[in-house]
């Protein structure tokens, strides 16, 4: 039978940030009651009056089991003290607390909401501080109101916050109205969630809005797949899977989402696709503006000679045929692509274009798409390479506008060089591209560097294959393997594996190496042994350094499994280490972790040995790796350490932009360079198993590849040529531009 209990919230024991799952203790006539409940928000002080009923626990004895609750105005002095010492209200501590009450009593509430400047005759409180507690003190009012809304829709405690936050008292209309709005605005909101939503506010099946909402996530979803658009045939295949409605509906809503410049319909003269508005014009852009940068300039051609004999003879090095045609065209035009394979030359190449312009008193950047590919350009070259998000200075947006980022590079700041070069081409996507050439004014020389056999970018687009496919810009490929002398079987082997030729495998090398197991549980005992114990001694390097790269998520070898096991093996359960578990994860202190999604808004810091900070920024990146340094499980943060020394703070509600990295798949490893590396390779999806990620796999490692399991998939996945199709028409936009 259901009871009613009245009192103040002493102590949130326990809280599940993800689903308000909340343990407290509430203070009731003179007693201490321990409720337990999902409840969507609650502050220490407050007094509330909840409904539900006493249970025995088996543990933890007699609990008050939550079914309803509201909050209450507190009635006394005493009661509104607590409140305000709570910590409720930043700003007000237990003292000032006291004389605000012993000033106000029992009026204090209301002198708070309708004459707050009063506040300012308490010792202790100035104007400013007056405004700034009516401030808090209104908007936890509405907060708590507008999640008592939200909580009548199932909305979990966590997602009614970030609704709260996005649209503040706007949010009653949407949700009532047109809650698909929360897929567009929300980041971790998809159709699925708005769905649900819209289904227990009422909203028809075949609405319009949930129908165009469709349209708009399947389009989402597709660039989540690396597509810039899709083929009318097959959006409708995927609307009528998603949506279970007539096709008559989809095409109406095409069309109104057409009209509202929302998507593009473009007819190919083969077929009709259809773009998300954004992504349309980032593909005309890029093509319109590759074009503008592609100017002719006129050197002299003996002059030329003789400044790259200088740069030989300085360099102790000699450019072969193909490196000299790619030297000279990087100074007879506004734009060049290098593309090659491992070994071939690239950095020996870079240097010498580096040299020349610096000799010609040009300024020069250098750039590349993560912290790792930076790290490795700026030792390979001896000049400082940035990621290309710091070097356009990425920062946040002002409250309250659409998107959370911002470049602060772009059209009307552009950056001030004379030529910028950028490594690893194969992992910018389309979104990336369209920003950085933004942020380079038409006279700047640009060079693209990169291997376009690597595996495509992570975020949508076939950026760097699709420029070279429409054979409008210069392009050189080098493709004499340099370090063949240097008896590097890695190099050789990855040569091979790209023109899909078999590999030797019988284990005759010094840095390749072949374990054939057959039993996915042995493959995983045998990774452990050669990570923790066998591979640290040959390649010099910790365990840590070595990376286990596997081409998938799910199943026996694959991510998820093999890093509990890994876990487990190199940094087990300690005293000394705390732990926070999270979904079904566990992360621990010294935990090797990536970043699995872009996030723009996340600050981060440099400090010195001092503990000094000497650097601040925004912005964290999918693949970008670290370790954690400390779990603060009363503060609910989490510091993560990245590479290239940023420290990060995680508030536990953000853990789900974390997992473990002892393992990763080959895709996220792109742009890094690893002592070592070990593959395991036993079955799996055809489609996926293909030449390009054996390849890419293969050239992640400097020092030594061991691949694990079945021969016969390795060389099954060297015959294989096939690759998931992306749908993306840069190169065709890029053609249709020439005059």
């Known amino acids: 039978m259901a009871e009613t209990v009245k009192g103040y919230v002493e102590k949130i024991v326990y809280r599940n940030d993800e689903n308000g799952y909340t343990v407290f203790s509430l203070a009731h006539e003179g007693e201490e009651i321990t409720c337990v409940g999902y409840v969507a928000v609650l502050n220490e002080g407050e007094h509330i009056q909840a409904m539900g009923e006493f249970t025995q626990h088996p543990v933890y004895g007699e609990q008050f089991l939550l079914e309803s609750y509201e909050v209450l105005e507190p009635e006394d002095a005493f009661s509104i003290e607590q409140y305000l010492s709570s910590g409720a209200i930043k700003g007000i501590g237990k003292a000032l607390a006291a004389r605000i009450v012993q000033k106000f009593g029992d009026s204090t509430f209301r002198i708070i909401m309708e004459e707050p400047g009063r506040l300012a005759e308490v010792k202790g409180i ?62 971790g909101v998809g159709f699925r969630t708005a769905d649900e939503i819209a289904s227990r506010v009422g909203i028809e099946p075949n609405s319009d809005y949930r129908i165009k909402a469709g349209i708009l996530y399947i389009l989402m979803q597709a660039s989540a797949e690396g597509h810039v658009y899709l083929p009318e045939p097959e959006l409708m295949q995927r609307a009528g899977d998603l949506l279970l409605c007539e096709e008559d509906q989809v095409r109406k809503q095409v069309t109104n989402l057409s009209l509202e410049k929302k998507i593009i319909v473009v007819e190919t003269g083969q077929e009709r696709v259809i773009y998300s508005a954004v992504f349309y014009y980032m593909e005309l852009n890029i093509a319109r503006m590759l074009h503008e940068l592609n100017i002719k300039y006129y050197y002299n051609s003996e002059e030329l000679n003789k400044k790259l004999a200088r740069i030989e003879d300085m360099t102790k090095t000699v450019l072969d045929e193909h490196q000299r045609i790619a030297f000279k065209e990087a100074v007879y035009n506004g734009l060049l692509i290098i593309t090659g394979g491992p070994g071939t030359g690239k950095t020996t190449l870079i240097n010498a274009i580096i040299k020349f312009f610096e000799m010609e008193g040009l300024s020069i950047l250098l750039a590349a798409p993560t912290g790792r590919a930076a790290k490795r350009m700026s030792e390979a070259t001896g000049y400082e390479a940035r990621t290309i998000h710091r070097m356009l200075e990425l920062s946040k947006l002002t409250q309250g506008d659409g998107d959370n980022y911002t470049f602060q590079r772009n059209e009307t700041n552009p950056l001030e060089t004379d030529v910028l070069i950028i490594d690893e081409m194969s992992m910018v996507d389309i979104g990336l591209m369209n920003a950085l050439l933004k942020a380079v004014p038409v006279g700047t020389r640009l060079i693209l560097v990169g291997d376009v056999n690597q595996l495509p970018s992570v975020g949508p687009g076939n950026v760097l294959k699709d420029i070279i496919n429409s054979h409008c810009f210069n392009v050189v490929k080098l493709t004499k393997i340099f370090r063949q002398e240097e008896g590097s079987d890695i190099i050789v082997n990855a ?55 596997t081409p998938m998520r799910k199943g026996e070898l694959g991510v998820e499994k093999l890093n509990k096991a890994l876990q487990e093996a190199l940094n087990p359960p300690a005293p000394d280490k705390k732990e926070k578990e999270y979904h ?42 670290g370790i954690i340094r400390e779990i603060n499980p009363f ?43 070990v593959i395991p390779i036993l079955d799996g999806p055809r489609l996926l198993f293909n030449r390009n990620l054996l390849y890419t796999a293969v050239t992640r490692a400097k020092n030594c590849v061991v691949i694990v399991g079945s021969d016969k998939m390795v060389k099954y996945m060297i015959d294989n040529e096939s690759e998931q199709k992306r749908y993306s028409r840069l190169s065709e936009q890029i053609k249709e531009m020439v005059v």
């Open 635 to 677: 503060a609910e943060y989490m510091t993560v350490e990245f590479d290239d020394n940023r420290l990060v703070n995680y508030s536990f509600s953000q853990l789900d932009e974390l997992e473990l990295a002892y393992a990763v798949t080959v895709h996220k490893s792109q742009g890094s360079e690893y002592p070592a590396v």
């Open 126 to 187: 100035s104007e400013r501080m007056a405004i700034e507690i009516y401030r808090q003190f209104e908007e936890k009012r509405d907060m708590r109101n507008a999640m008592m809304f939200l909580q009548k829709y199932n909305i979990t405690g966590n997602l009614a916050a970030k609704i709260y936050q996005e649209y503040g008292q706007r949010m009653y209309d949407i949700i009532r109205e047109n809650p698909y709005h929360l897929a567009e605005d929300i980041t």
């Open 584 to 625: 079904d994860m566990v992360f621990r202190e010294g935990d090797k972790v990536m970043q699995i999604k872009n996030n723009y808004q996340l600050t981060w810091e440099i400090k010195s040995i001092f503990g000094i900070t000497v650097q601040t920024g925004t912005g964290v990146f999918n693949g970008d790796a």
């Open 495 to 549: 040569h091979k594996i790209n023109a899909g030729e078999q590999i030797n495998l019988d284990n005759k090398s010094k840095d390749f190496f072949m374990l054939r197991r057959n039993e996915a549980n042995v493959i995983s005992a045998v990774i452990i042994n050669l990570v923790k114990n066998k591979l640290p001694k040959y390649v010099n390097a910790t365990p840590f350094d070595i990376q286990v790269l």
